[in-house]
């Protein structure tokens, strides 16, 4: 039996479980010279801002015990530039890769500018919200205050009727009261789960490697605290999860399945080996293959999910 | 970019930057590799018949100037593409100035193979004074020469170096040295300030630039 990959979400063909993370892949081109992007499900873009970033000093990036940090700063190229140049070599380059606007503001209308700005256009299908980002006004983020978040995503829902993915940070106490505002505010999907916060420090010169002194960490150890995210976000909400967090082949994607994610990011797995995704992606085949299992009956398929607390 | 990809379970190293070293005649390459931490001390434990993973060549080269005479100027590990670089040129019947600093003697790179894969003799300096010149590298330039200035080597040298040219008119490639995450212009993390202030990613727009390009006092 040759795995059926293909699954229909937020009203598409989705014909790869797999995608490249936002921040791993650029726009999309870089990524085309070195693996067939229409093999895997798509990707989700380095995130778009209305004006363009230039983004922290450097250090911006350090290995950790497995994985790495990084404080990139969203450097971007802002709204304008990406319609103008990155949307529309996606659109032409593409054929059944989807693609998904990962979106940053600081307020709430800086996020809405950027929507009314791409909506109307060809070469995506939906956003990717992400709200681990200071919110201009209060100093909060958006994706750590529950009345914040509800605010944005309320007023993002009533701006499209594109598919909206909120990406979760696991900077609070329980990410299912984030993931249930989400649901309740109109979302259609969950990211679960943006970096976790962390530091590293040059104990040489007794100061913190990383330019902007903290940043995200990623990679293979936080696969775990995914994967968790992932499983508790599923038991308080409906709507699709997106798996990421350490995913460095189909082994690792089936425990975000199993949890309750229908799509996975690859991200940081990347750097290492580009081939990562279409790897993730043979492996989940292999995998079904293996144990003669449908995708959708993998996805949340968790012998003794527990109980909703 | 060298690493070990995801094959090797158990393993987890993000590919470190490297410049080709050297070129043998049966298509192989050389990489010269010190080793610093965890990573390099993995990769330098492989032996023949192990798997690695390379993704190159990638960036930006140093820009040969046909007729005009090179000085390049190594700082430790920052030799690597110079030993490429010299033996290209010693290959077509040409020399280049090749000046190659160390902290100490012991840290030097054996001269008799470095003398065999560059078809040069290198000006040796140590610091600790225990091997060719005491002093540093850049020590050794002379400062009416008009040669095209290659850098290769630790921040603080290729400053020197860029401060001296900047005094002297001189032109000046370097190649820079930031830590870098993908290698091949995503990810953003490997930038260093250009001197219009804007940030340049180190893998795509460099490794090497001219150093009036960028900006060295730190802002």
Known sequence: MTADMSQTLFGAEIHSPVFLASGTCGYGQEYADLIPLDQIGGIFTKAVSVEPRGGNPPHRVAETPGGMINAIGLENVGLDRFISEKLVWLAANLDRARVFVNVVGRTVEEYRTVISGLDSRDGFLGYEINVSCPNVKGGTMFGTDEVALADLVTSLRAATERPLVIKLTPNVADVGVFARICEESGADGLSAINTFPGMVIDIESRRPLIGNRSGGVSGPAILPMGVYATWRARQVTSIPIIGIGGIRNGDDAVQYLLAGASLVQVGTASFVDPDAAVETHEGIRRYLERHSVELSELVGALADPGRET | ?219
Do not use: K, N
């Open chain 2, 1 to 219: 970019m060298l690493g070990f990809g995801l094959g090797a379970p158990g393993t987890w190293l993000l590919p470190r930057p490297f410049s080709v070293g050297w070129r043998a005649d049966d298509g192989r390459v050389g990489i010269l590799l010190r080793v610093f931490g965890a990573g390099t001390r993995a990769l330098g434990r492989l032996v023949p018949g192990d798997e690695a993973l390379l993704l190159g060549p990638l960036g930006q080269p140093f820009t040969l100037d046909p007729g005009r005479r090179i000085e390049c100027v190594a700082g430790g590990v920052g030799l690597a593409p110079f030993i490429f670089l010299a033996a290209v040129e010693a290959a077509a019947g040409r020399r280049v100035r090749l000046l190659y600093g160390e902290r100490t003697g012991p840290a030097v790179f054996d001269l008799d193979l470095l003398g065999e894969l560059t078809g040069h003799d290198p000006e040796v300096f140590t610091e600790d004074g225990s091997v060719g010149t005491p002093g540093r590298v850049t020590a050794g330039l002379d400062p009416a020469s008009d040669a095209l200035l290659f850098g290769c080597g630790p921040t603080p040298m290729l400053r020197a170096l860029a401060a001296l040219a900047a005094e002297t008119g001189r032109d000046l490639q370097v190649s820079v040295e930031e830590h870098m995450g993908c290698g091949i212009g995503t990810c953003q993390g490997c930038v260093v300030r250009s001197a219009d202030g804007r940030w340049v990613r180190s893998c795509i727009e460099g490794p090497v630039f001219d150093a009036s390009a960028l900006r060295w006092d730190g802002s």
